[in-house]
Nanobody, 115 residues
Framework: QVQLQESGPGLVKPSQTLSLTCTVS??????????WDWIRQPPGKGLEWIGH???????SYSPAFKRRTSISRDTAKNQFTLQLNFVTPEDTAVYYC???????WGQGAQVTVSS
């Protein structure tokens, strides 16, 4: 079955770049699903959609994140990556890689933004 696993630093300093990688197993990022998403959940809040990358490599972002977000992929490693620039403490959250229509979710990565 398809499995997703987030990886990256759990602590990032303000104004720096948050970078997370999602490794997909049991499927291909170029064919298994149409879109691979990044979603986050700040403490005490609901899920926030950040953006996605399609199986063909095109990207789309939430207006709330568009100016400081980049999603890319490495097809050789079957991975896709989130970069969120100029982070603030308000970016503290659990970050998920997922394909919600197919109910594929990673376990989530806690990222704390703090000096």
């Amino acid at each position: 079955q398809v499995q997703l696993q987030e990886s990256g630093p759990g602590l990032v300093k303000p104004s720096q770049t948050l970078s997370l990688t999602c490794t997909v197993s049991g499927g291909s990022i170029t064919s298994t699903v149409n879109y691979w998403d990044w979603i986050r959940q700040p403490p005490g809040k609901g899920l926030e959609w950040i953006g996605h990358i399609s199986k063909s490599g095109s990207t789309s972002y939430s207006p709330a994140f568009k100016r400081r977000t980049s999603i890319s992929r490495d097809t050789a490693k079957n991975q896709f990556t989130l970069q969120l620039n100029f982070v603030t403490p308000e970016d503290t959250a659990v970050y998920y890689c997922a394909s919600p229509p197919n109910d594929y979710w990673g376990q989530g990565a806690q990222v704390t933004v703090s000096s």
